[in-house]
Nanobody, 123 residues
Framework: QVQLVETGGGLVQAGGSLGLSCAAS????????LAWFRQAPGKERELISA????????YYADSVKGRFTIARDNAKNTVYLQMNSLKPEDTAVYYC????????????????WGQGTQVTVSS
């Protein structure tokens, strides 16, 4: 079992940056694939970035590629999402998630979720 808690959301102007963190509990954190999802009002939740167990494999959706960076620190049981060049369309609730598969960019494989943190980008 893995429990996840996100922090770091907030309000930022377009073009700005924001960093999210997700702290996990569980002794086998390093075995899990991790990802960030987001859900904007009226839209489906989408997987925007994923990272493998060692941190060497990463995936980014086209919508965030080149602007967002995912990283993990297994010693701290934490996964991060650094978001740069933010746009109003990045406004959403952001969730971190864990998968028992060590690296996956398939949304359906993620079954442990945080509570979400709101990110609002003003124009």
């Amino acid at each position: 079992q893995v429990q996840l808690v996100e922090t770091g959301g907030g309000l930022v102007q377009a073009g700005g940056s924001l960093g999210l963190s997700c702290a996990a509990s569980g002794r086998t954190f390093s075995n899990y694939g991790l990802a960030w999802f987001r859900q904007a009002p009226g839209k489906e939740r989408e997987l925007i970035s994923a990272i493998g167990w060692s941190g060497s494999l990463t995936y980014y959706a086209d919508s965030v590629k080149g602007r967002f960076t995912i990283a993990r620190d297994n010693a701290k049981n934490t996964v991060y999402l650094q978001m740069n060049s933010l746009k109003p369309e990045d406004t959403a609730v952001y969730y971190c998630a864990a998968s028992a598969i060590p690296y996956s960019y398939v949304a359906a494989t993620y079954n442990y979720w945080g509570q979400g943190t709101q990110v609002t980008v003003s124009s």
